[in-house]
T-cell receptor, first 115, second 115 residues
Framework: DTEVTQTPKHLVMGMTNKKSLKCEQH?????MYWYKQKAKKPPELMFV???????INESVPSRFSPECPNSSLLNLHLHALQPEDSALYLC??????????????FGPGTRLLVL | AQSVTQLGSHVSVSEGALVLLRCNYS??????LFWYVQYPNQGLQLLLK??????LVKGINGFEAEFKKSETSFHLTKPSAHMSDAAEYFC?????????????FGAGTRLAVHP
């Protein structure tokens, strides 16, 4: 089973709202990732968690706050977002975060619209 | 630093025709290369990956790619296109540094298949 699940599929929020995106995998992977994908662009890495610890933050604004409560679950907390934050947010996981041939498995994404 | 360039943002083929999607890489070390496919409103699915075990890599859905060091290329091919192959295709390379690996994506190629 190489499935990564994400909820919700779609999310509409105002600029003053607080919302969370959820990602789950049951493959025993110890690395999890958040990506942001704008329309007609490739995914851009936001955060990497390795063994439930934040390893990489790609200079993401603080209005995005990741959380990894356990090895299977990854959350992305959203607060005071801007319209330009509207995008597809993808979660991925891999067995490890290091290891040059590691394959990342992606979830279906959450399509976020900020009004 | 490692990077990939996808030549052609749009490729259009007839059903049953050869599919050729081009990817060139830049890497100072032996690269690990991936092809992902993204169907409309979905996440990314791994098609295949190159890990130096063999230069010709076979993937899912009849796709394959050949690693050519002399040409720094990793082009994706499929002998006979099907309507269901219409999607966005991303070539990616692993960027190594700081003990962690990051996937660096090309800009993507949108494949259209017409009857």
């Amino acid at each position: 089973d190489t499935e990564v699940t994400q909820t919700p599929k779609h999310l509409v929020m105002g600029m003053t709202n607080k919302k969370s995106l959820k990602c789950e995998q049951h493959m025993g992977h110890r690395a999890m990732y958040w990506y942001k994908q704008k329309a007609k662009k490739p995914p851009e890495l936001m955060f990497v968690y390795s063994y439930e610890k934040l390893s990489i933050n790609e200079s993401v604004p603080s209005r995005f706050s990741p959380e990894c409560p356990n090895s299977s679950l990854l959350n992305l907390h959203l607060h005071a977002l801007q319209p330009e934050d509207s995008a597809l947010y993808l979660c991925a996981s891999s067995q490890r975060s290091a290891g040059v041939s590691e394959t990342q498995y992606f979830g279906p994404g959450t399509r976020l619209l900020v009004l | 630093a490692q990077s990939v360039t996808q030549l052609g943002s749009h490729v259009s083929v007839s059903e049953g025709a050869l599919v050729l999607l081009r990817c060139n890489y830049s890497s100072s070390v032996p690269p690990y290369l991936f092809w992902y496919v993204q169907y409309p409103n979905q996440g990314l699915q791994l098609l295949l990956k190159y890990t130096s075990a063999a230069t010709l890599v076979k993937g899912i859905n009849g796709f394959e790619a050949e690693f050519k060091k002399s040409e720094t290329s990793f082009h994706l091919t499929k002998p006979s296109a099907h309507m269901s192959d219409a999607a966005e295709y991303f070539c990616a390379v692993t960027l190594q540094g700081g003990g962690y690996n990051k996937l660096i994506f090309g800009a993507g190629t949108r494949l259209a298949v017409h009857p």
